[in-house]
């Protein structure tokens, strides 16, 4: 009968185990997790137009220069872009030129929204994609990295070098380093 006792005492009920509660806390930061994340998207049923056109936009990779360019919560927009043969102390590699882009950064979402100018590369007409360059030429406008809270917005300069006269130049936009989506700005 000791025996019987015993073998009932080491018997937990299943919610006394420790890997049942490690489960169910996984579960339930899964079903926060896509709650939040559903709750961001758009709703169809108070405005269908609207949330048809925002999904269209978002679907959109391809932008012209002046023309806001959405990806995820953040909204870009090439508002000028300028050539530069460099100073007498600065000057682009041989066959190269400077090319600033000006660039307005806005985060249309809910929660912070993080920006970089290692986010963005250039296009040439050769294929290749270039991180920006370091110069002085842009030094009062460039611009930094930091953070935008919803509704922030952020402007400044982005330098490549380029061949020079390339006329098929498109500006490469991800919303982070890491990320495979992007967005193309033709200059």
């Not at 000791?2 to 899964?30: R, T």
């Not at 758009?42 to 360019?69: C, I, L, R």
């Not at 809270?149 to 380029?162: C, D, L, M, R």
């Amino acid at each position: 009968m000791e025996k019987e006792q015993g073998n009932q005492k080491q018997k937990k009920p299943i919610y006394k185990k420790w890997w049942f509660w490690v489960i169910l806390i996984i579960i339930i930061v899964a079903v926060v997790y896509s709650s939040n994340n559903n709750s961001t998207e758009p709703s169809t049923s108070s405005a269908p137009s609207s949330s048809t056109e925002n999904k269209k936009q978002n679907e959109k990779t391809e932008f012209n220069k002046g023309e806001e360019a959405i990806l995820g919560n953040g909204a870009i927009t090439v508002t000028d872009v300028q050539i530069s043969q460099g100073t007498q102390f600065d000057k682009p590699k041989s066959g190269k030129e400077f090319v600033i882009v000006n660039v307005t950064i806005e985060n249309k979402g809910s929660k912070n929204l993080s920006y970089n100018p290692y986010y963005f590369k250039m296009q040439n007409s050769q294929g290749q994609q270039e991180s920006m360059t370091f110069t002085t030429v842009n030094s009062d406008s460039s611009l930094q990295s930091g953070e935008l809270i919803p509704g922030g917005k952020v402007s400044g300069t982005i330098a490549f070098e380029q061949p020079i006269g390339d006329t098929n130049l498109t500006l490469v936009y991800s919303d982070s380093i890491w990320s495979s989506k992007e967005l193309k700005i033709k200059l």
